[in-house]
C-alpha cells in the first residue's frame, strides 16, 4: 500500500487570487467549494491521488503517494517562474509534506512568498533552506531582501554581510547590499563601495551600473556618475533601466549647463536666451500642428546624441532654415515643447532661460 501523507494548509495563507472575488473570504460556504474544486484540480494536475477537506481555518490534503509526484518540485518551480505564483506555491506547500528536508523547495516557497509579500511566511522557508543547506547563497540573499523588503533595512545588511562573507565573489550579494545601504543615513560611502565592487564583479549587468551612477550622483562625483550612466546604457537594459540611466544623464547635462559665479550662484545659459528669443517669433508663425512637427523633429535630433559644448552649427532641420549646434536645438526644442506641451520632461531644464525670455 502507498504510504500516505498529509497537509494542513491555513485557510488565510492560500493564494486566493486565481478564485472568483466572492469566494475569497475563508468560512464562507463559497470560498470552501471554490478552494475544493481548484485544488482537486491541482493535485490531478500535480500526479497525486487525494482528498481535500476545508474548514472555517484549515485546509486539509491527504493523498498516496504514488510515486508520480516525482520531478513536481521543478514542476512547482517553472510554474513560478512563467508567473502562475497561485499554483506553484500550492504545489510547493503540498510537496512539503513529502520532502520537508529539501532546502530547494524551501528557498523556492520563500521566495515565492516574498515576492507576493507574505514576508513571515517567506522568512520561515528561507530560514529553513538555510538551517538545511548553510551554504545556500541564494536563499541567504533573498531573506535578506525580504528584509529589506519589509524596511528592516539594518537586519537585511546582517545578512547580505554574513553572505558576502561566505561568498565574496558574488557580485549579486554586493549589488544587494549596497543597493539597502544606500536607503540608509549616512551609509552612502559604504553604498558606493559595494556597488562599484558588483560592478566590478559583473560589468555586464545594467542594474549594478545603474545603482553605482544614482549613488555617485547623490555624493556628487559627477564624472564617476556619468561614466556609470553610460556604461549602463550601452549595456543595452530593459526600457525601465535605460529611461532612469538616459534621465540620469540629463540630469547631469542639465547641471553643467550653466556657468557659475564665485560663489557657486547658478547664471542663465545666454546663448539659450538667445535662441530662445530667436525661436518664438517662428513659433508664432507656425499652424499648432506644424508647431508640433517642429518640436517632435527637434526631439528626434536631441535622441541622437548633441554635444551641448561644441558651438559649431552642423545639424540642419527640415521645419527650420540654416545650420544648427547642438545647444540651439535643444533650446528650440525646449521652447517648442513649452509652447505645445507645456511643463512637458524634455530631459533638460532651460526653465530659467525660457521665463527669462518669456518675462522679456
Known sequence: MPAPFTAIIPADALDVSGLPPHARQPGTQEFKKAVSEMLAGDLQAFGLDGTIKVTDDNITLSWADTGRAEGSVERAVT???????????????????????????????????????????????????????????????????????????????????????IAPQNPFIWRALGGTLRLMPGRLPEAKECLQKATQLAPNDPVAWLGYAEVCEKLESWEEAGAAFQK????????????????????????????????????????????????????????????????LELAMAGQQGLDLKDPTPKHTLKAFPGAFSGMKIVSYMYAAFQQVMPGADVGIDLSKEYAAVKGG
Open 79 to 165: 510554474l513560478l517562474r512563467s508567473g502562475d505564483y497561485g499554483r506553484g506555491i500550492r504545489l510547493l506547500q503540498i510537496l512539503e509534506k513529502l520532502e520537508p528536508g529539501n532546502p530547494h523547495l524551501h528557498f523556492n516557497l520563500g521566495a515565492a512568498l516574498s515576492d507576493k509579500g507574505k514576508f513571515d511566511e517567506a522568512r520561515v522557508h528561507l530560514h529553513q533552506a538555510i538551517q538545511l543547506d548553510p551554504d545556500h547563497i541564494d536563499a541567504r540573499t533573498t531573506l535578506g531582501l525580504t528584509f529589506a523588503r519589509q524596511g528592516r533595512h539594518e537586519e537585511a545588511v546582517e545578512v547580505f554581510e554574513e553572505t558576502s562573507a
Open 232 to 295: 549602463c546604457r550601452r549595456l543595452n537594459p530593459p526600457d525601465v533601466l535605460a529611461d532612469k540611466a538616459e534621465q540620469g544623464t540629463n540630469r547631469l547635462t542639465s547641471r553643467s549647463l550653466r556657468p557659475k559665479t564665485e560663489t557657486g550662484q547658478e547664471m542663465l545659459r545666454m546663448d539659450a536666451v538667445m535662441y530662445m528669443q530667436e525661436a518664438l517669433p517662428l513659433f508664432a508663425q507656425m499652424t499648432p500642428e506644424q508647431l508640433k512637427q517642429a518640436a
